[in-house]
């Protein structure tokens, strides 16, 4: 089955500093890959998606690169702010066979806390 | 344009229970979802549906029923409630499962807490 692995959390950062979460994945078939940003008390946001192998997302800073040679989808922001602080979901929809019907199986989230 | 919507915003039951939870979008969005989310754990699929009157069973299926009798609304039932399904609960839709369309789009929230 589908799976994926986050980094464990929580992160703490200071101001200005750099960000990775790391994100790995098990699917079949080839999936599109994504990342999801759930801020305090509100549902998720797309932040950013790649759909093929060596497609890069990018969103308001962050970006995160389909490496399908080692199954990875990692995110990064090279100067984190305060308003980054939330919680971020890597997650993957994979239609192997035509019966996926584009569920998503997310990783369980690493919580971002970023200090003035 | 609203966007995925959720009522309600909070319920606290007892034991045994019923309850529906509503999903709505405005957005003529196929495919409908629904998650629990649960510390640690992430969002898991409880049911989903690809079309009016269509449903299917998700990841984690069992004590909960839903029906999608309208293109725009998809509902979740609690039938007899147990603290085991006290979570976070999240509608999305998406457009497509087609890689180029399949972002889903999800709603606020339900906090239902089970006693």
């Known amino acids: 089955g589908n799976s994926v692995t986050q980094m464990e959390g929580p992160v703490t950062l200071s101001e200005e500093a750099f960000l990775t979460i790391n994100c790995t994945y098990t699917?079949?078939?080839?999936?599109?890959l994504f990342w999801y940003v759930q801020y305090p008390g509100e549902g998720l946001q797309l932040l950013l998606k790649?759909?093929?192998?060596?497609d890069k997302g990018s969103n308001k800073g962050f970006e995160a690169t389909y490496r399908k040679e080692t199954t990875s989808f990692h995110l990064e922001k090279g100067s984190v702010q305060v308003s980054d602080s939330a919680v971020y979901f890597c997650?993957?929809?994979?239609?192997?066979?035509?019966?996926?019907?584009?569920?998503?199986?997310f990783g369980q989230g690493t919580i971002l806390t970023v200090h003035p | 344009n609203a966007g995925v919507t959720q009522t309600p915003k909070f319920r606290v039951l007892k034991t045994g229970q019923s309850m529906t939870l509503l999903c709505a979008q405005d957005?003529?969005?196929?495919?409908m979802y629904w998650y629990r989310q649960d510390p640690g754990m992430g969002l898991r699929l409880i049911h989903y549906?690809?079309?009016?009157?269509?449903?299917a069973k998700g990841e984690v299926p069992d004590g909960y029923n839903v029906s999608r009798l309208k293109k725009q609304n998809f509902l979740l039932g609690l039938e007899s409630a147990a603290p085991s399904q006290t979570s976070v609960y999240f509608c999305?839709?998406?457009?497509?499962?087609?890689?180029?369309?399949?972002?889903?789009?999800f709603g606020p929230g339900t906090r239902l807490t089970v006693l």
């Open positions: 549906s690809v079309g009016e009157g269509t449903t």
């Open positions: 999305a839709s998406s457009y497509s499962w087609d890689r180029l369309y399949n972002e889903q789009f």
């Open positions: 957005m003529n969005h196929e495919y």
């Open positions: 790649a759909t093929k192998a060596d």
């Open positions: 699917a079949t078939g080839y999936p599109s």
């Open positions: 997650a993957l929809s994979s239609n192997a066979g035509g019966t996926s019907y584009g569920k998503l199986t």
